[in-house]
Each structure stands twice: as C-alpha cells, then as structure tokens.
C-alpha cells in the first residue's frame, strides 16, 4: 500500500531496505509482490538499482538464472521486462536469450521463454515500422 500510495521518500525508505536482498526476496511469495511493486511505483533510479542488482557483476548471470527458473521470481523478471528502460531490456534480453532453450525445460522458465519471444516480436515488428 505504501508502495503504491505513499510519498516517495517513504518508498524510497522500502526500496533501500530491500536493497541487497532483491534476488531472495523475489524467491518468496508474498516478499516477490512486493518486489513487482518496488518495480512499478519506483523511480527510474530505484529501478535502475533493483535491476542491477538482478542482473549480478557483468559475467556472472547467477541472480538472473536463478530467478527465472524460480515459481516466484519468474513474475519478477516479468515486471522487470515491463518496467525497465530499453536500453536494460536490452541487456537483460541478452542474458536471457543465451539460456532460452534451458529454460524450455523448467516449468517456470516457460514464462520467461513465451515473454521473451512476444518481446523480440514485438521489437522487430517496431523496428520494420521505422524502416519501413
């Protein structure tokens, strides 16, 4: 409710809280709604933040991996795609993109595999608008 309805210092104060221990949190099912909301009520900043510290140090895809596979952390990722700016899409399409076909098998992956493939159809469809 705060997240949503409060003033923004006092979803800063939550978001900052949560800091650190994103990739856990969004494992659990109730603290992962509150993560999803983290992601739709923050500021470009906070999000930014929660993103990268999804994402993990540049080769390490762990925290990413991990939630996609997971029955909770998988809706995450998802927001994540809605919310992000492009440019994270990007890199985060990218990491994704790498371990598609291992997804295909984990029950929760197939979320992110049927998001991802509506994404780059999406994308492409907007870049032939451009050229076109």
Same mark, same amino acid.
């Given at each position: 409710?705060?997240?949503?309805?409060?003033?923004?210092?006092?979803?800063?104060?939550?978001?900052?809280?949560?800091? %650190? @221990?994103?990739?856990?949190?969004?494992?659990? &099912?109730?603290?992962?709604?509150?993560?999803?909301?983290?992601?739709?009520?923050?500021?470009?900043?906070?999000?930014?933040?929660?993103?990268?510290?999804?994402? %993990?140090?540049?080769?390490?895809?762990?925290?990413? @991996?991990?939630?996609? &596979?997971?029955?909770?952390?998988?809706?995450?990722?998802?927001?994540?795609?809605?919310?992000?700016?492009?440019?994270?899409?990007?890199?985060?399409?990218?990491?994704? &993109?790498?371990?598609?076909?291992?997804?295909?098998?984990?029950?929760? %992956?197939?979320?992110?595999?049927?998001?991802?493939?509506?994404?780059?159809?999406? !994308?492409?469809?907007?870049? !032939?608008? @451009?050229?076109?």
């Amino acid at each position: 409710h705060v997240l949503e309805h409060g003033k923004p210092h006092e979803r800063s104060a939550i978001i900052k809280k949560l800091s %650190g @221990q994103i990739v856990q949190m969004s494992q659990q &099912k109730f603290a992962s709604n509150v993560v999803e909301k983290c992601l739709t009520f923050g500021s470009l900043a906070e999000r930014q933040i929660l993103v990268n510290e999804m994402l %993990g140090s540049t080769d390490e895809n762990e925290p990413l @991996q991990a939630m996609m &596979k997971d029955q909770y952390a998988n809706y995450v990722v998802q927001k994540v795609l809605e919310t992000c700016s492009d440019q994270q899409r990007e890199l985060i399409l990218s990491r994704i &993109k790498v371990h598609l076909s291992a997804l295909k098998k984990y029950t929760y %992956g197939k979320h992110i595999v049927a998001r991802v493939e509506k994404l780059v159809a999406a !994308g492409e469809r907007r870049i !032939g608008v @451009q050229s076109a």
